[in-house]
């Protein structure tokens, strides 16, 4: 927190926000929740295949070496890409 209030760099996670313009708040303002599951390999799955996802997007911020390539995660990421892209336009609200 401090090196996001003083704009420091030394932290990955600080220069992040700064860099993504990033608002700091209470968690339950700031952040959704994508799954909701118990421990376990689905939880653990869901929780790699995020991270993977997030990688690829260069959205990660940690130690990128420790994403393996995935042919599933990869399949299931471009196939969500073509989708986005062949998707009729929602109306408005």
């Known amino acids: 927190m401090r090196e996001f209030k ?3 760099n030394r932290s990955k996670f600080a220069q992040h ?3 993504n313009k990033y608002a700091i708040g209470n968690m339950e303002d700031i952040m959704e929740v994508i799954h909701v599951k118990k421990k376990g390999k ?3 799955t869901l929780e790699g295949f995020h991270i993977y996802k997030e ?3 260069s ?3 940690n130690d990128k ?3 393996r390539e995935n042919t599933v995660f990869e ?3 471009q196939e969500d890409s073509y989708r986005r892209s062949t998707a009729p336009p929602q109306p408005n609200s």
């Open 6 to 8: 003083y704009n420091n």
């Open 17 to 19: 926000l700064i860099d």
């Open 42 to 44: 689905m939880l653990d």
């Open 55 to 57: 990688t690829k997007a």
């Open 59 to 61: 959205n990660q911020i």
């Open 65 to 67: 070496l420790t994403v």
């Open 75 to 77: 399949t299931i990421v």
